[in-house]
Structure formats: C-alpha cells, structure tokens
C-alpha cells in the first residue's frame, strides 16, 4: 500500500498549484482520502478530504474558497487544486487514508479532519509561497 503526493514547488503569493496524489495497492471505493500539510514548528492540520462513498467534501476554513479537492477513480487519484496560495500556505503537504470512516456530516468536521484518523499516509510533497 502506497501513496505518492506530487506537485509541490515555490510559487509566488497569489498563485497557483495542482497536487496529486496517486495510491497503489489500495482503491478509492469504501475510504476517506485527505490532504493534510505541516509547517516548520506547527502540529499537522487538516486542509480537506473527500468521503469515497458518496463524495463528500469537507475543507479547512483557512482554504475553503480557494482550494478545491477531486478525484479521478479510474485513476486512483486524488487532487488538490490551490489558487490564490498566501505564504501562510507554505508547509509539507501529505495525503492519507483514512480506512474506517467512523464520521460523517459536517458537525464532525473537526474529528474528520483531524490527522489521528487517517491510518495510511504517503510522502510529502514542499509547498513554498513568496510573498
């Protein structure tokens, strides 16, 4: 079981970039797949996530309006697109899976988001934004 998170870079404040992230060795059918980003000297936040079942998207509200998770089933793939990227968004972004889903529904948004509940977790990929 694997996940590969890819295109991260340096892009200047109010720009943009697209991340992926590929699985191999699992599918996106009956789990939750999040992205999740960590800054030098801060805990690791939850940005967004999206529920396989139903599609379900959930999102940090320090991205909400600005970045915009998907999926390609076929490909096994999950994106996510980040416009508008502010220095504050710099940090090492991951994506993981979280297999069990315990919680659904927006009132639990904070459980869902929160790291502790994602059991598979791939590499990180640096996202740097100049002011």
């Known amino acids: 079981v694997q996940l590969q998170a890819s295109g991260g870079g340096l892009v200047q404040a109010g720009g943009s970039l697209r991340l992926s992230c590929a699985a191999s060795?699992?599918?996106?059918?009956?789990?939750?797949i999040g992205w999740f980003r960590q800054a030098p000297g801060k805990e690791r936040e939850g940005v967004s996530c999206?529920?396989?079942?139903?599609?379900?998207?959930y999102y940090a509200d320090s991205v909400k309006g600005r970045f915009t998770i998907s999926r390609d089933s076929g490909k096994n793939t999950v994106f996510l697109q980040m416009n508008n990227l502010k220095p504050e968004d710099t940090a090492v972004y991951y994506c993981?899976?979280?297999?069990?889903?315990?919680?659904?529904?927006?009132?639990?948004?904070?459980?869902?988001?929160?790291?502790?509940?994602?059991?598979?977790w791939g590499q990180g990929t640096q996202v740097t934004v100049s002011s």
């Open positions: 993981a899976v979280d297999s069990y889903v315990r919680y659904s529904g927006i009132g639990f948004r904070t459980l869902i988001l929160n790291p502790k509940q994602y059991d598979v």
């Open positions: 060795g699992l599918s996106f059918d009956s789990n939750r």
């Open positions: 999206i529920t396989s079942r139903d599609g379900t998207i």
